[in-house]
């Protein structure tokens, strides 16, 4: 990227620091069981899922502002992100799964296989999650 252009859309030239989520793919439907036993680890303190609709532009600020907050370690939360336009089915599945409405974008947080925590568009705070946790 030119510095020009740098300086325009990058966040950390703003000094902004960048908060790496280590996001896990949800690609596939067996993923769902597998979150829901995860969600039973006593290593865990929760399990979320982040839903994405990669052409909304409210979807993308949602994801960054989610990356500049969270501050969980990985071990202890694992963060799933699921792709709503590549999967669809995912998110339908649980809308249906977990009992919760479909939004894009949309956090739910998992633990012992219950929703402990929802949220959509500018109420999705990575704060508000570790605050849950």
């Known amino acids: 990227m030119s510095s020009i252009f740098k300086s325009i859309f990058s966040r950390e030239s703003a000094?902004?620091?960048l908060n790496a989520v280590n996001w896990i793919p949800l690609t596939s439907l067996p993923q769902l069981s597998e979150i829901e036993e995860?969600?039973?680890?006593?290593?865990?303190?929760?399990v979320v899922v982040f839903k994405h609709s990669t052409s909304c532009?409210?979807?993308?600020?949602?994801?960054?502002r989610f990356e500049k907050e969270w501050k969980a370690e990985e071990k202890e939360t694992p963060v799933y992100y699921l792709d709503l336009i590549r999967f669809r089915n995912i998110s339908n599945q649980i809308s249906q799964q977990w009992d919760v409405w479909h939004e894009s974008p949309q956090v739910i947080v998992l633990k012992n296989k219950k929703v402990i925590h929802h949220a959509s568009h500018g109420a999705?705070?990575?704060e508000k999650i570790q605050s849950i946790i």
């Open 57 to 64: 532009g409210i979807s993308a600020m949602a994801k960054r």
């Open 124 to 126: 999705i705070s990575a």
């Open 38 to 46: 995860l969600s039973l680890s006593e290593q865990i303190k929760a």
């Open 15 to 17: 000094g902004e620091s």
